[in-house]
Structure formats: structure tokens, C-alpha cells
């Protein structure tokens, strides 16, 4: 059972999910705050056999390594887990993380892990941002970012210190429109009402910025005022759309598109090359640190201009089009198909000619008629977080290539892969891990395995 007291806590360690560690009667304990060194008051919230919850209620003593976070809303918000940690503590955390997950989940000892990749902007990062809409019990709205901890209430956004000022605007304007035509919001609960979500992309290099408006089904109110006041407003915005959906899942993608003002998408550009992005088309969301990750991707890989390259869980085409100069032929393979329609587009954008994109599952593409003994030289993955399906390891083994770069957005589930895959004769070369997202818990990396036989 929880305690009804609080206790104090000696903060040892953070976690891979950005919670801190401590002990308690020699059992771990999660807290939701503190950071190493530090002691905190805690009250216990949930009590399991290996481990225990906890919510601290006051920190007594302070570890010289926090920081006063800039945003207002770090109390509030999900986010920037990490704000109150100096960046250089951030890093070194992120280190030891990718360290811990390859030994513990990974049973891999001694792999080369070269120091983390800091990121050039601590903030002001991100080129896309999705911000929810959410009725009040006092029949008002709130339209901002998801409370820590909670799926179910939304606070009044003022500021976030991870997109731009420019997007901070947007939201506060667009709140002031909703509220002042009386737009209904939807509501979650009984699915009524019309505005969900607003979502702002932005081109970091081209300065180019997509609104997304997704709603309920039905014809935008006031659409015409809506865009032309917006653009006054913000002549940055080069195109404004609608997302309809019926669906009841809170999630910020419609069935349907209108195209409300502009060409639809913006462009934006990464190692000289210029890629075209959607309302829901996956772009890595951290443009300059993208290109830093595929660089080291790269560095790692070595591809010469003889290799036939095979891009897995291709996206929107990215790595492989930015790999085509280097090498002679390239086969991305996709499961949705709007990435590969956006794929295709992005290399004829940029005049690539030795590449070409297949659609479907991973694990069917790799098991059909299209790569049926094929031979590649080189293979990329990046798969989601959920790492690689085991048909799909099972399949690209047989391939044998001589080497497999390997991009990961969870160390965890690639440390579980890793250990497969250097049992089916291959070594882990060396891990670079790669901070795309400073002041939260995540942590990106590149890993490139050799064939040993």
C-alpha cells in the first residue's frame, strides 16, 4: 500500500524514461522529480514487489548541477523532463544510458561507444509542434500542451521554449480566433464539437511554415476570415490546410485534406538537398541535428560508388536520397504509402535518378517476388521505436550484406536487436549515439554492424 507519510529520498540516477532513481528499505524507487545528488521529500504512490512510485513533494537539498528552467510551464508539461538538469549533465546522462541499455538488455560488454553528438541549439529546435484543444468543465477551452501525466487535460499555452517564438504566436492567435467566433471544441468525451488539434510545421532553413487545422468533419467556419487573417498576421505562413476526421482516437491526423491557402506542403532543406513536407508526412523533427545524425550515419557506413544500398523503413525517402550520390543504386522500402508518393516526389525534387522505392511491410518486401535474390552491399534501417519486427530480422539476416547501419530512436529495443543480430555472424562496430532532442529523455544513436564470416 502507499504511504500516508512522506519519506525522504537520496536521488541516485536518472531513468531511461526520465524519471529519477533512489532507494527506499533496499527497494528502487521511481520518482517524478529530482535529480542526482539530490535528497527530496516523496510521497509513495504505488507499491510493487521490485520497485515502488513516488511523487516528490519538496526538494530539501538542491545538486550543483540543476538549473533554473526558462519555460514557465516546466512544472506543468510532459516535454522537458530535463530543463532543470545543465546540458553537459544532459549528455553525459544520455551517455550512460546507451552504455547501460547495451550491457544489461543487450549483454554487450565493452561496444565502442564514442562520446554523444551535443546539439547546436539547446532550444528553439523542433520545426514541428502539435498543440491540442480541450473543453473546459466550465464550458471554456484550453487550447496548449498535455499536463505531466495526464492524457485528459490540456493547459493554456503561453510560451515553449523547443519550437519557435514565431509558433508560440500562432497558438495564442489562433486560441484568441476560436474563442472569439465561438467555435465549438471538440470534446473528447462525448465527441462532439469541431476544433481538435492545431499543428505547426516549419522550415528551419527555408523559413517556410504550414498550419494544420484538424478537426471534427465539416467545412472549416469562418474559413475565409480565418486565412485571411492569419496571413496578415503571419505572412510567414506559406500554407494553412484542414484535416478532417471522424475518429475518436486523439490523434492529429485526419482521413481527409483541404487545402485552405498555399501549395499544400513546405520544403525545407538538409545537406544541400531540398525535401518536400506535408501535413503528415514524417520529417525528422530536428532539421539542423538531422543532418548531423545522417552524417554520422555516414561516417559510420563508408559507402563507396559501387554499393547497391537497401534503405529500410524509408520514410519519406531521406537517408536514401541524401546516400544516392554516393553510391550506385539505392531500393528505399516504406510501409505507408503517402511517404512513398512523398518519396518519390522529394528525388525527383533533387534530380535523383539511382533510386527507387518499394511499398509495404518490411518483412513482406523483404520475403516478395520485387528483392527476391537481390544482393545489396549495404543496408540502413530506422525503424520506430518498437525496433525491428522478428520476421524482418529473420529476413534481412539472410541477406548477409557486409554491413548494416542501423539508426535508432530507442536504445532499448536496439540493444535488444543488437544482441540478435551479432549472433548471426556479425560484430557491432561502434555506437554513436546523437542528442536530436536537448532538455527531454530521448536519446537517438547510429550503429553500424560488419558481417565477421
Not at 548541477?65 to 553525459?92: M, S
Amino acid at each position: 500500500m502507499p504511504d500516508k507519510e512522506p519519506v525522504q529520498i537520496e536521488i541516485e540516477d536518472l531513468a531511461f524514461d526520465g524519471k529519477s532513481v533512489g532507494h527506499l528499505n533496499g527497494k528502487v524507487v521511481f520518482c517524478d522529480r529530482g535529480l542526482p545528488g539530490e535528497t527530496v521529500l516523496a510521497r509513495i504512490t504505488r507499491s510493487r514487489a521490485r520497485y515502488s512510485q513516488a511523487a516528490v513533494e519538496e526538494i530539501i537539498s538542491k545538486c550543483t548541477d540543476r538549473r533554473e528552467p526558462v519555460c514557465p510551464h516546466v512544472r506543468q508539461c510532459g516535454g522537458c523532463t530535463w530543463q532543470d538538469l545543465i546540458y553537459a549533465r544532459q549528455l553525459a546522462c544520455k551517455q550512460q544510458q546507451v552504455v547501460a541499455c547495451l550491457e544489461h538488455i543487450g549483454g554487450l560488454e565493452n561496444t565502442d561507444v564514442a562520446a554523444i553528438r551535443p546539439c547546436e541549439s539547446e532550444f528553439f529546435y523542433r520545426n514541428k509542434m502539435e498543440f491540442s484543444f480541450h473543453v473546459r468543465p466550465d464550458n471554456g477551452f484550453n487550447l496548449g500542451l498535455h499536463r505531466r501525466g495526464r492524457f485528459d487535460d490540456i493547459f493554456d499555452l503561453t510560451e515553449c521554449h523547443l519550437q519557435s517564438d514565431l509558433s508560440n504566436r500562432i497558438v495564442a492567435w489562433t486560441r484568441e480566433f476560436v474563442r472569439s467566433r465561438e467555435i465549438p471544441v471538440y470534446d473528447v468525451r462525448d465527441h462532439t464539437g469541431f476544433m481538435r488539434f492545431l499543428v505547426i510545421r516549419e522550415g528551419k532553413r527555408t523559413g517556410q511554415v504550414l498550419v494544420n487545422l484538424v478537426t471534427n468533419v465539416g467545412s472549416m467556419p469562418f474559413k475565409d476570415i480565418l486565412v485571411s487573417s492569419m496571413c496578415v498576421e503571419f505572412p510567414q505562413v506559406t500554407t494553412i490546410v484542414q484535416n478532417q476526421t471522424a475518429k475518436k482516437a486523439n490523434v492529429a491526423v485526419g482521413e481527409s485534406e483541404e487545402i485552405l491557402y498555399g501549395p499544400g506542403y513546405i520544403e525545407e532543406e538538409m545537406c544541400g538537398l531540398r525535401f518536400r513536407i506535408m501535413s503528415n508526412s514524417f520529417f525528422q523533427t530536428n532539421s539542423r541535428q538531422a543532418e548531423v545524425l545522417y552524417e554520422t550515419g555516414f561516417e559510420l557506413l563508408q559507402p563507396v560508388s559501387t554499393d547497391r544500398l537497401l534503405d529500410l523503413y524509408c520514410g519519406t525517402g531521406t537517408i536514401g536520397i541524401l546516400a544516392a550520390s554516393k553510391v550506385a543504386e539505392v531500393i528505399g522500402v516504406e510501409l505507408v504509402p503517402d511517404a512513398i508518393e512523398i518519396a518519390r516526389k522529394n528525388s525527383a525534387l533533387n534530380n535523383i535518378g539511382n533510386i527507387a522505392f518499394f511499398q509495404g511491410h518490411v518483412k513482406d518486401v523483404l520475403n516478395s517476388d520485387a528483392l527476391a535474390g537481390q544482393a545489396f552491399d549495404a543496408v540502413v534501417v530506422d525503424p520506430p521505436r518498437a525496433g525491428l519486427h522478428p520476421r524482418a530480422m529473420k529476413r534481412l539476416m539472410r541477406l548477409r550484406s557486409d554491413k548494416l547501419l542501423y539508426i535508432s530512436c530507442n536504445p532499448a529495443t536496439f540493444s535488444r536487436d543488437a544482441r540478435h543480430i551479432v549472433r548471426q555472424e556479425y560484430s557491432l562496430h561502434r555506437v554513436i549515439p546523437v542528442d536530436m532532442f536537448p532538455q527531454t529523455k530521448h536519446i537517438e544513436l547510429a550503429a553500424l554492424f560488419q558481417r565477421t564470416k
